[in-house]
T-cell receptor, first 113, second 112 residues
Framework: SQELEQSPQSLIVQEGKNLTINCTSSKTLYGLYWYKQKYGEGLIFLMMLQKGGEEKSHEKITAKLDEKKQQSSLHITASQPSHAGIYLCGADEASGSARQLTFGSGTQLTVLP | KAGVTQTPRYLIKTRGQQVTLSCSPISGHRSVSWYQQTPGQGLQFLFEYFSETQRNKGNFPGRFSGRQFSNSRSEMNVSTLELGDSALYLC???????????FGSGTRLTVV
């Protein structure tokens, strides 16, 4: 089965700083999702990437899937306290018609005002 | 449109009891999947249902079961609860159009 490794595990940044979170897969990624979670709550969808070299942006968050489709990065520009939370990458694993998401262990982001 | 609705939000049960959690997917979504989140194991896949059929199952004991109804609403059941079943249970619905997963707010189960 697929394994996803996220780095760093935790990140503390000053408000206004840029940051990057990485997600590396043991297998080729065919669908990579980024979610944000506040502690104890549900997952908020950020972005979905499917093609090698794809890059998507929403507000100050940009996600990329590398050409070889085994690594993705999430970049936040000019971080704000509202960006704080747990960031999770998830890989879409399909076997025939059956589907499931395999998740990384998450990156805990703290943004200091 | 309405999102994924999970009920109840919080549950406290005693060891040995059983529990049923409910998930109502986004209208039109026929795939519903369930995940367990714990501090030690992270997010783990439980099972996926599509059109009332279980298409995929994760590595969990038989005490964990689920079903899906004709209106795509899904329930998961855990029998003979153990302390280790304490977790946040998340449900996600997905369409066959864009394949994205939308998650509910989760049910926090505490087993005492």
């Amino acid at each position: 089965s697929q394994e996803l490794e996220q780095s760093p595990q935790s990140l503390i940044v000053q408000e206004g700083k840029n940051l990057t979170i990485n997600c590396t897969s043991s297998k080729t990624l065919y669908g990579l999702y980024w979610y944000k979670q506040k502690y104890g709550e549900g997952l908020i969808f950020l972005m979905m990437l499917q093609k090698g070299g794809e890059e998507k942006s929403h507000e100050k968050i940009t996600a990329k899937l590398d050409e070889k489709k085994q690594q993705s990065s999430l970049h936040i520009t000019a971080s704000q306290p509202s960006h704080a939370g747990i960031y999770l990458c998830g890989a879409d694993e399909a076997s025939g018609s059956a589907r499931q998401l395999t998740f990384g262990s998450g990156t805990q982001l703290t943004v200091l005002p | 449109k309405a999102g994924v609705t999970q009920t109840p939000r919080y549950l406290i049960k005693t060891r040995g009891q059983q529990v049923t959690l409910s998930c109502s997917p986004i209208s039109g979504h026929r795939s519903v999947s369930w995940y367990q989140q714990t501090p030690g194991q992270g997010l783990q896949f439980l099972f996926e249902y599509f059109s009332e059929t279980q298409r995929n199952k994760g590595n969990f004991p038989g005490r964990f079961s689920g079903r899906q109804f004709s209106n795509s609403r899904s329930e998961m059941n855990v029998s003979t609860l153990e302390l280790g079943d304490s977790a946040l249970y998340l449900c996600a619905s997905s369409s066959t159009v864009n394949y994205g997963y939308t998650f509910g707010s989760g049910t926090r189960l505490t087993v005492v």
